[in-house]
């Protein structure tokens, strides 16, 4: 090859580098992805709405990115109306925020017209299906089974009801949806890795239950390895966050998180961020 044809070579991989470079660029990346999950959870917190439909919406969501190339700057009018939608179907009709409010509050930068519009976008690329089954909704069904089959369960969590208990593995599935990494697993998956790490830190005989819940759902058992030790991972991230010896504090009108030292009143000191105080016990 003379060197007028190396020059030529050179300078044709380089232009097909910058036009990955680009059109990557002009895709969604995951982290992008993760971080637009993360706002989505702390607007459910902000207007008081169910955890469904939080889950529904990072469904949607997801949905909509794997069926469309979009670009990066409308993630938020996509991820806006994903909510919106989510709130129309799954909330009742007066706790459902009013769009403009929505808009105004949520900082999305969109007009509550861009958000309709993008809607009609959503509903048309899903063609209409918003009715679709989410990993909290499967919590939900393996949570019911567990405390059915394995009611000893609570005799180590005394001071929670089986709604409270669920509640908290609630909370670390959100937290758990804003990860890309567990997106290669179906939301069935997700849930039943979640049960079984509770299960196991609860009850001696959390395998049984786990292998029973495993066949029912008719699910590969290498499959929910590999998705527990990633969940555990990344619920390790979560825990590392907050200090030692910390405890929740329901608290539904607040917004920010702090720490309470032992012997200080939380309700002259701490606000709570996501609904969630913690005061560490010394």
């Known amino acids: 090859m003379t060197p007028r044809h190396h020059c030529e070579a050179y300078s044709s991989a380089g232009e097909e580098e910058e036009e990955e470079e680009e059109e990557e660029e002009k895709n969604v990346s995951p982290s992008q992805r ?10 459910k ?11 529904l919406a990072s469904s949607l969501l997801d949905r909509f990115l794997a069926t469309v190339k ?16 989510a709130a129309k179907t799954v909330e009742e009709d007066e706790r459902i925020p ?11 930068g969109c007009s509550s017209s861009e958000i309709l519009r993008m809607e009609r ?49 609630t909370k670390q599935l959100l937290h ?57 991972h990344h619920l390790s991230t979560l825990q590392s966050s907050l ?7 329901y608290r539904p009108l607040k917004h920010t998180l702090v720490t309470c030292d032992k012997g200080v009143d939380p309700e002259l000191s701490v606000q709570s961020k996501e609904g969630i105080a913690v005061i560490t016990m010394y």
């Open 243 to 249: 200090p030692l010896n910390s405890v929740y504090v």
């Open 121 to 169: 976008i959503i509903l048309y690329k899903l063609n209409w299906d918003l009715h679709t089954a989410t990993p909290l909704g499967f919590l939900h069904i393996f949570h019911a089974i567990a405390v059915s089959n394995r009611p000893q369960l609570f005799f180590s969590l005394p001071k929670l009801s089986p709604s409270q208990h669920l509640a908290v593995l």
């Open 45 to 55: 917190y902000q207007f008081n709405l169910y955890p469904e439909t939080f889950a």
């Open 176 to 232: 758990c949806m804003a990860c890309n990494q567990l997106l290669q697993f179906k939301g069935s998956m997700l849930a039943l890795a979640m049960v079984s790490l509770e299960m196991e830190k609860l009850i001696p005989d959390w395998l049984p239950l786990t292998i029973e819940l495993l066949q029912k759902a008719q699910m590969d058992s290498s499959q929910l390895i590999h998705c527990r030790e990633l969940v555990a």
């Open 98 to 108: 009013i769009l403009k409010v929505l808009a105004r509050d949520s900082f999305c």
């Open 34 to 43: 993760d971080e637009v999950i993360q706002w989505l959870a702390k607007l």
């Open 70 to 85: 979009a670009h990066p700057k409308y993630l938020s009018c996509i991820a806006i109306s994903c909510f919106f939608l």
